[in-house]
């Protein structure tokens, strides 16, 4: 495994002789412009090129820029052919694709697998503008256009379907992405560690497939890399026996070293592992247990079909997830391999700064005039002050992708950017609009052990309680936000993004400053559920902290004179809801006088752990064993999951008929009626009142006009209708 190293430590590669582009280019006559005649990298996007350090290819763009690559983007070419590849000639290192900020499924598709006809990372918010599995389809045009040429994939779409994963769209479980995309390399996570050290090598002259041992990467083998043992996930995450099925590893398990043979070495790899202290400078240093180790998943074609193994495999990837400990991972495609190398480490302050640091003009191409983007639109006076979230939501995708691991800038380095907000951007208000991250208060939080947070394989860090070893201390957060708003031109500064609020409720202090001083008037955070059942599989905390957090957010909004209202955001037809979950959750909101308007189903995203409840309809969070595995409700099919939906919006009188059926079919017809504990209306039924025979040619006229010919002549009125609900 290729050794750790300083972010901007390798050589550059064209030195100094080209600097930095005013943008990097999507044409020949920008090229041209530059005085280039080839580019080094091209970057393929499905994403608007927006030159903001909000936007992923506009970081690694002006990263690899920085390292003295010229960088070209083509940004959501036309998918149809190959010829829009080729626009801006032949790379001469690699082509890098990404389907951009988001999943292209997710972005061209509702929960309810509705096409959506807008596309907010696309000038105009147009929709249509990325084709469906955009990496797939990228990277195949890019072979097609040069096929000599490397072809690295990255971003979310493809971090997040690295290994075999379930499909939410096509409901079935697919092989990695990088077999199906034919790309010769995968970086997953935040690329900017990996990918210098992959144009690096290649650039020195190193053929791309001998590049198979950096960290945050994936390739395909034919077997495990030289000098690496292996043991089955089984040894370290007994499944037990479930079905009579074959052996799912078949008999290359030959020559992989078994959990027997580390057990005999007094090494439990089912437990964290102490951190071992610096070899004196005579004594080699002793190998940790999961160095140069691998785990060997089941194969694809079992997990493909068999949901326990799926679940299984599904765990034990989350498992290795801390780049302190973990191992690589192998799983079987057919006659290959995918070999899964560590997590990449993270980033020091240092190198986020300088990753920040680089020359963004901070607004859309200039090719696109003045065509609104509105993802940029709402990001434009935003700064993001830290990645990554140890929170460990199972629904959520922020730790497969960025890790748990809190990688935070220096105070001064956010403070430099919201001056260059007031410089730059054109219209500004005064207003920066949100000062976060994934999550807005973890900030400069780490664990206050060293060891711990090295070996520590706990998939969330507050979750079933906040860990003892977790820092919790928010005041640099508290510092920073009064800086920031005490800078001169700055009026305000908001905090838009998500608050831990069980987090938050640890530190009063900084509660008080975010309530006083940060909030417009709302403030969104988001319980989720209100239901033990639904909250467990979501892996978050009971409605307990939430009433502490109101409680403290009401008593210093009335401090400070502020009429402020809390906005709880809630997920529908998450996993381990039931029915009655979701009616008492709707009784939450009535009690408490909540109409939500916006509200969303539970989108089953690749690799996440909520996803693989959804498919297996197994407690995946907890070990897989046929008399102790947990069955959990899923709710599936579409009359279903819009019942959920419904009674999330229980005032809505569209979904009252679907919302009485639920309440009748299980015996609490109490809550239908018009008392305040009742949770719908009844059906509403006039009396009909029989008319009176009309005259001769008067049918009629009151059909096709809906006029009574026998009322007197002033005074026709419209026949009353049905009162709607």
């Known amino acids: 495994m290729a050794p750790e190293r300083d972010l901007f430590s390798y050589p550059k590669y064209w030195a100094e002789c080209y600097g930095t582009a005013p943008f990097l280019p999507m044409s020949r006559q920008e090229m041209t412009q530059l005085g280039w005649d080839s580019c080094d990298i091209i970057l393929v996007v499905g994403d608007a090129y927006v030159d903001h350090p909000s936007f992923g290819m506009a970081v690694v763009g002006r990263m690899l820029e920085q390292q003295g690559f010229r960088v070209g983007i083509i940004a959501q070419p036309d998918w149809h052919s190959k010829d829009d590849f080729m626009r801006l000639g032949k790379p001469n290192l690699f082509f890098g694709v990404s389907a951009g900020n988001m999943d292209s499924m997710i972005n061209r598709y509702t929960a309810d697998k509705k096409l959506r006809h807008d596309d907010a990372y696309t000038p105009g918010d147009i929709g249509g503008k990325r084709p469906d599995r955009a990496v797939l389809v990228y990277s195949q045009r890019c072979k097609e256009a040069y096929k000599e040429v490397p072809v690295i994939i990255g971003g979310i779409e493809a971090s997040l379907r690295r290994i075999a994963h379930y499909d939410y769209w096509s409901e079935k479980v697919r092989r990695s992405v990088l077999f199906d995309a034919k790309a010769d390399l995968l970086i997953y996570g935040n690329a900017e560690r990996p990918l210098i050290e992959v144009a690096s090598r290649i650039a020195a002259g190193e053929p791309v497939s001998s590049i198979q041992d950096v960290r945050g990467t994936a390739v395909i083998r034919k077997e495990p890399l030289p000098g690496w043992r292996g043991v089955d996930s089984t040894a370290l995450d007994k499944i037990g026996k479930i079905d009579p099925i074959a052996n799912p590893y078949g008999a290359d398990d030959v020559g992989c070293s078994s959990y027997s043979e580390f057990a005999k070495a007094g090494i439990d790899l089912t437990k964290p592992q102490p951190v071992e202290a610096k070899a004196v400078v005579v004594q080699p240093a002793k190998q940790k247990p999961w160095e140069l180790t691998y785990v060997k998943l089941p194969a694809f074609e079992q997990v493909s079909v068999n949901k326990p193994l799926y679940a299984h495999a599904s765990r034990i990837l989350h498992q290795e997830t801390n780049p302190g400990c973990a191992r690589a991972i192998m799983q079987r495609h057919g006659d290959r391999h995918l070999w899964v190398n560590p997590p990449a480490f993270p980033l020091s302050t240092e190198e986020m700064d300088l990753v920040f640091g680089l020359p963004y003009q901070r607004v859309p191409h200039p090719s696109y005039g003045k065509a609104k983007i509105p993802a940029y639109e709402m990001i434009k006076t935003s700064v993001n002050i830290m990645r990554g979230c140890f929170g460990g939501c199972s629904f959520c995708s922020i730790t497969e992708h960025e890790g748990r691991v809190i990688q935070s800038r220096s105070k001064e380095s956010i403070l430099r950017e919201v001056e260059q907000i007031r410089d730059k951007v054109p219209g500004f208000t005064g207003v920066i609009s949100d000062l976060g991250g994934p999550t807005a208060n973890m900030y400069r939080l780490r664990c206050k052990n060293p060891r711990a947070e090295q070996t520590c394989r706990r998939p969330s860090c507050v979750y079933p309680s906040i860990c003892e070893h977790m820092d919790t201390d928010q005041s640099p957060t508290v510092e920073l936000y009064r800086e ?174 679907q919302i009485r059926e639920a309440l009748i079919a299980h015996k609490m017809e109490h809550l239908i009626g018009r008392g305040k504990d009742c949770l719908v209306p009844p059906e509403d039924r006039p009396l009909a009142r029989r008319p009176a025979k009309p005259k001769p040619g008067q049918q009629a006229l009151t059909r096709h006009t809906g006029l009574d010919p026998a009322a007197k002549k002033g005074q026709q009125t419209k026949r009353p209708k049905r009162k709607a609900h």
Do not use: C
Not at 501 to 507: G, P
Not at 572 to 595: C, V
Not at 633 to 647: Q, S, T
């Open 484 to 657: 920031a708003r005490s800078l001169p031109g700055i009026k305000k500064v908001l905090v838009a993004s998500g608050v831990r609020y069980d987090l938050a409720v640890e530190d009063p202090n900084y509660v008080k400053e975010l309530v006083q001083h940060h909030v417009g008037g709302y403030l969104k955070i988001a319980p989720e559920h209100t239901e033990e059942g639904p909250l467990s599989k979501m892996m978050k905390p009971g409605m307990g902290a939430y009433d502490k957090f109101k409680a403290m957010f009401e008593q210093y909004s009335k401090e400070a004179g502020k009429e402020q209202y809390l906005i709880p955001y809630f997920i529908s037809a998450h996993p381990g809801t039931t029915d009655l979950d979701m009616i008492n959750l709707a009784l939450w909101l009535k009690q408490r006088g909540f109409k939500l308007d916006q509200v969303q189903n539970f989108y089953p995203s690749p690799m996440a752990n909520a996803t693989t409840i959804y498919h297996t309809g197994l407690n995946s969070l907890k070990n897989i064993h046929k008399h102790t595995t947990e069955d959990v409700p899923v709710p599936k099919g579409e009359r279903n999951r819009r019942l959920h939906k419904a009674l999330l919006r229980y005032h809505d009188p569209a979904g009252w008929g």
